[in-house]
Nanobody, 127 residues
Framework: QVQLVESGGGLVQAGGSLRLSCAAS????????VGWFRRAPGKEREFVAA????????AYADSVKGRFTISRDNAKNTVFLQMNSLSPEDTAVYYC????????????????????WGQGTQVTVSS
């Protein structure tokens, strides 16, 4: 079992930056592919970014490409989402997710691929 706890959300002005963290406990996290998703008010949950277990592959939603960066520190069992040039359209609850190891080196954009989820952290961007 893996427990995921997000932090780093908050209120920021448009154009600003935030870095979200996702701390994992319970297993050797380096073998897990990870992802970030978000749910805006009144909308479905959507993919944001994904990172393979080895860190060699990434994927981003078109809406965040060039502004957001996903990374991981396996020594600290932590995944990060650096968010720059934020806009009000980025306002959402952000969720960290992890997939049980399959050693494929793949990244996953489908939320159904993930086995573990955090509780979410609110990001609000004011105009």
């Amino acid at each position: 079992q893996v427990q995921l706890v997000e932090s780093g959300g908050g209120l920021v002005q448009a154009g600003g930056s935030l870095r979200l963290s996702c701390a994992a406990s319970g297993r050797t996290f380096s073998n897990y592919a990870v992802g970030w998703f978000r749910r805006a008010p009144g909308k479905e949950r959507e993919f944001v970014a994904a990172l393979s277990s080895g860190g060699g592959s990434t994927a981003y939603a078109d809406s965040v490409k060039g502004r957001f960066t996903i990374s991981r520190d396996n020594a600290k069992n932590t995944v990060f989402l650096q968010m720059n040039s934020l806009s009000p359209e980025d306002t959402a609850v952000y969720y960290c997710s992890a997939k049980r190891p399959n050693y494929s080196g793949n990244v996953y954009q489908n939320s159904q691929a993930y086995d573990y989820w955090g509780q979410g952290t609110q990001v609000t961007v004011s105009s």
